[in-house]
Every structure is written in structure tokens, then in C-alpha cells.
């Protein structure tokens, strides 16, 4: 999925640079007209929506990863 983001993200950063004024891709989070790199937006992506992508994708294993029954979750 992070990669599929990945790619649709950079598909945008292409089209960016193809505008009249082409948003820069350095200084961001500090400068405000700027995008981030790839690497920097997915990092962001991840960290803001790993917990609840874990919570909404295993609501069924959450009970077998607290009773210690690990490896039947993870199967």
C-alpha cells in the first residue's frame, strides 16, 4: 500500500515540475510553498498512519497478540 502511495505521490511531484512555477522540493517542512520528497512524505504517511492501518487490519488478531499466542496471529 505504502508503495502504491509512493508512486501516485511521485506521479504528482512530476506534474509539479511541468507547472509555470514549479514548487520546490527543498526546504519543506520549514518553508511553506514547498513539497516534500518521496522519501520524506511516505516517512510522514507511515508514521501518522501505521498505528491506526494495525488497529483497523486486525481487530481479530488483537486478542490472540495478547494472550501470547503470537504465532497463530501472525499466520
Do not use: H, N
Request: aromatic content about 12%; proline content about 8%; glycine content about 6%.
Amino acid at each position: 500500500m505504502f508503495d502504491a502511495v509512493a508512486l501516485a505521490y511521485q506521479d504528482y511531484l512530476t506534474k509539479t515540475a511541468g507547472f509555470a512555477e514549479p514548487v520546490p522540493l527543498e526546504g519543506w517542512p520549514k518553508q511553506v510553498k514547498t513539497l516534500p520528497q518521496v522519501y520524506e512524505f511516505i516517512y510522514k504517511v507511515r508514521f501518522e498512519t501505521g498505528p491506526e492501518l494495525l488497529r483497523v487490519m486486525l481487530p481479530t488478531q488483537r486478542g490472540l497478540i495478547e494472550s501470547g499466542d503470537l504465532k497463530c496471529a501472525l499466520s
